[in-house]
């Protein structure tokens, strides 16, 4: 079965600094986009960062840009999420999940949409204190 699996999360205080994993087993790793997104309580769940299925693209959300960064290892089955700069704002539930990209070129633009996505972590809870 698929599972992914995120680690990482804590407290931190603003100004900090997190580094989230997520072990991916199940599937043939690089033929899938990756993606990170997170929910806050009371909000929708939306899109952070994503990463193509080689590595080579990313799009990050402006609301993280200069902040954030995705990275994977395909030879590890495993993506990353570097998480600096960190604010209360970014609190929230970070989830790990999986786009099948198998027909597309391995440096196609990760989709953006919670809908193009096929598998999902259980989410790690980060929590950015004032």
């Known amino acids: 079965q698929v599972q992914l699996v995120e680690s990482g999360g804590g407290l931190v205080q603003a100004g900090g600094s997190l580094r989230l994993s997520c072990a991916a087993s199940?599937?043939?790793?690089?033929?899938?986009?990756m993606g990170w997104f997170r929910q806050a309580p009371g909000k929708e769940r939306e899109f952070v960062v994503g990463?193509?299925?080689?590595?080579?693209?990313?799009y990050v959300a402006d609301s993280v840009k200069g902040r954030f960064t995705i990275s994977r290892d395909n030879a590890k089955n495993t993506v990353y999420l570097q998480m600096n700069i960190l604010k209360p704002e970014d609190t929230a539930v970070y989830y790990c999940?999986?786009?099948?990209?198998?027909?597309?070129?391995?440096?196609?633009?990760?989709?953006?949409?919670?809908?193009?996505?096929?598998?999902w972590g259980q989410g790690t809870q980060v929590t950015v204190s004032s």
């Open positions: 999940a999986a786009s099948f990209q198998g027909a597309s070129a391995d440096w196609a633009t990760p989709p953006k949409s919670r809908k193009d996505y096929n598998y």
């Open positions: 990463i193509s299925r080689s590595g080579s693209t990313t």
């Open positions: 199940g599937l043939t790793f690089s033929r899938y986009a």
